[in-house]
């Protein structure tokens, strides 16, 4: 394997007639010019110019994709919607926190308009989503707003805290309750999954 | 009507008094014109030898990116937050992202002990550098994010905001932030009719100087050297202004001196970081 060329930002790539520019790369007076510090990478399309970009890190930044399951913390609550963030996707943790939204009329699938946000979710609590869908101004933008959904039966919230500070015990779909106090709090539960149970 | 019996209140009118008084000499030691001697580090005048400079990334691990220089005794740590959320939404530019700069010395960096609550003349300095970072970094691709830079000054051996520029933009490379270019800081102290180049904190407080009456002053310059753009001029002291041209020049030169230990350190730490993707990888 040939030895893979590094460069810093400012140095010179190549010209634009020669390839067009990529990621952590900018054009300037016709010639590409690098913007991060990594390792060159030219890759020929066919027809087309090939691309060459900068690669800093080797493996690639995962984002959550529209219909992943995510799992999400609750940051607070409005009578409208929840504010939650990103922790992991799938399985996999994420690096960099992504900012969410679960609408009112996403939290359920049946009598959306009666939902009350205080009652399915509190701050704090960790919640499986959906994703729906996302914007971005561009790839790995820092201020990219995901809007997700549990309105199913599998999606809703799985750790809870109760007031009293203790973990929380679902009972039924729209309940948890405190195994200390034994006060009962609603919440849009998520169903646990067959497979997680021991009978 | 209330009279303020408190206070001793201040003429209407009221002028600086140094703009009536001609300049006074500085010092005992500076009164009398010294013969023209070699630096006491065994540089050159009048010549562009900056010393000998010691880089490295990745210093600080809980930050994005961190660069340590070295140059001399003076020695500066920067680490890079970012780019994350503004904190701040009411003058949030949607279209680009913000740098923040921080810059502070440590209470034991100078001769005399300092605090760790920053003054005024570090607050001057972090305006300084963001004035020279700004323009080399691609904040564009960064809308609605801040960047955050943190410099730390352990020890002041004079030109430390040339240094601090320097150390700034290695630890945003080495943090991932797209940048145009580096942005390397050089400085210069005017003595007379020759100058020193990266001046000691003794150099640069005049305590050399060989007449100290004339055209004492100190300019630091930081450059975009591949692009080959001024981001940033601070001057200040009393100097003529073919000195100023003079000077400004001087220091270009000192910084595209720096630029091949720079670029090793990144390439060290952007080697050191990550092994290079294979063939097949995207």
Known sequence: ????????????????????????????????????????????????????????????????DVGAIVTCKVTSINPRFAKVHILYVGSTPLKERFRGTIRKEDVRATEKDKV????????????????????????GDVQS??????????????????????????????????????AKEFRKVARVQPEYLQA | MPVDTRRVRAPEESQCPLLFVPLLPRGPLRTVAQPEKARVDGRQRSQVDVRPVFARCGLVTQA????????????????????????????????????????????????????????????????????????????HRYPRAQVEVNVLVLEHDGSVLAHAVTCASMALVDAGVEMYDLVLGCALRQDGDSY?????LAEESGGHATQPEDNQGGVTVAL???????????????????????????????????????????????????????????
């Open chain 1, 1 to 64: 394997m040939s030895p893979m060329k590094l460069c810093v930002p400012g140095e010179k790539l190549c010209s634009a007639e020669d390839c067009s520019p990529g990621a952590g790369t900018y054009l300037r007076h016709g010639q590409i010019f690098a913007s991060l510090a990594g390792y060159v990478l030219k890759k020929s399309e066919g027809e087309e110019l090939p691309v060459i970009s900068v690669i800093k890190e080797t493996e690639a930044q995962l984002l959550p």
């Open chain 1, 116 to 139: 009350e946000i205080y009652k399915s979710f509190r701050p704090g609590d960790i919640v499986l989503a959906k994703v729906v869908s996302f914007s971005h101004i561009s790839l």
């Open chain 1, 145 to 182: 707003n995901y809007l997700l959904t549990t309105a199913e039966n599998e999606l809703g919230v799985v750790v809870a805290h109760s007031e009293a500070g203790v973990q929380m015990v679902p009972i039924s779909w729209c309940e948890m309750q405190c195994p200390r106090t034994h």
């Open chain 2, 64 to 139: 994005k990116g961190s660069a340590y220089m070295e140059a001399g005794k003076t020695k500066v740590l920067c680490a890079v937050y970012g780019p994350r959320e503004s904190e701040r939404k009411d003058d949030t530019d949607m279209k680009a992202g913000r740098l923040v700069c921080d810059f502070r010395y440590a209470p034991f960096s100078c001769p005399k002990r300092g605090t760790w609550i920053q003054g005024s003349e570090e607050r001057d300095a972090a305006q300084a550098l963001q004035e020279a970072l700004r323009p080399g970094l691609c904040l």
């Open chain 2, 196 to 200: 020193l180049l990266d001046p000691t």
């Open chain 2, 224 to 282: 975009l050297p591949s692009l080959g753009q001024v981001s940033g001029l601070h001057a200040d002291g009393e100097l003529r202004d073919e000195s100023v041209s003079a000077a400004v020049r001087a220091c270009m030169e000192g910084c595209h001196r720096l630029y091949p230990v720079v670029r090793r350190a990144l390439v060290y730490a952007a080697r050191r970081k990550a092994a290079p993707p294979g063939d097949a990888d995207d």
